[in-house]
């Protein structure tokens, strides 16, 4: 039975704002969540990422996004929306690996219902810390992903769907 609502938080440390997933990832992790809630750092993996499916009833995917937005504007879309990549979006520098995972788990029918939100980036930089853009809108973008995690809850507690 699928009962569990995953979190996955990927990006690369070591690029600025390309961690911001990451970042955000760890700063759930360091709360209180409902128990059928997983938070995973999933950094830089791609078809790696399909272990992770297993009872996943829900996932959500946090991720820097590049749309040529101003730096920290957040983002909310659904797997098939990636179709309009590279014209719109651009899942940062591991979107192949995204990519290919989402459509190979489309394709081998694993993929729970998916919300991937995004942040758009100032720099990618060498370095661990997030620009003061994005750090600027972390909580935010937090206060996003905990709402999308609630009204899953909800739809598990009720036995309805989370999708």
Avoid at 96 to 102: A, E, K
Avoid at 143 to 149: Q, R, S
């Amino acid at each position: 039975m699928k009962d569990k609502i995953l979190v996955l938080g990927v990006g690369n440390l070591i690029l600025s704002d390309e961690g911001a997933g990451v970042h955000l990832a760890r700063r759930l992790q360091e709360i209180e969540l409902p128990a059928c809630v997983e938070v995973q750092d999933g950094g830089t993996q791609g078809l790696e990422l399909l272990g992770y499916m297993d009872d996943v009833a829900k996932l959500i995917i946090v991720d820097c996004v590049k749309a040529g937005e101003e730096p920290g504007s957040i983002y909310r879309f659904e797997p098939d929306a990636i179709d309009v990549i590279p014209k719109k979006y651009k899942i940062s520098f591991h979107d192949l690996g995204i990519y290919d995972f989402l459509r190979i788990a489309q394709a081998m029918e694993v993929l729970p219902p998916t919300v991937i939100f995004g942040i758009e980036p100032e720099t990618f930089a060498w370095g661990e810390s997030l620009s003061p853009s994005v750090e600027a809108k972390m909580d935010k973008l937090e206060g996003f992903v905990l709402g999308e995690i609630e009204v899953s809850v909800r739809g598990l507690e009720v036995g309805g769907a989370v999708g």
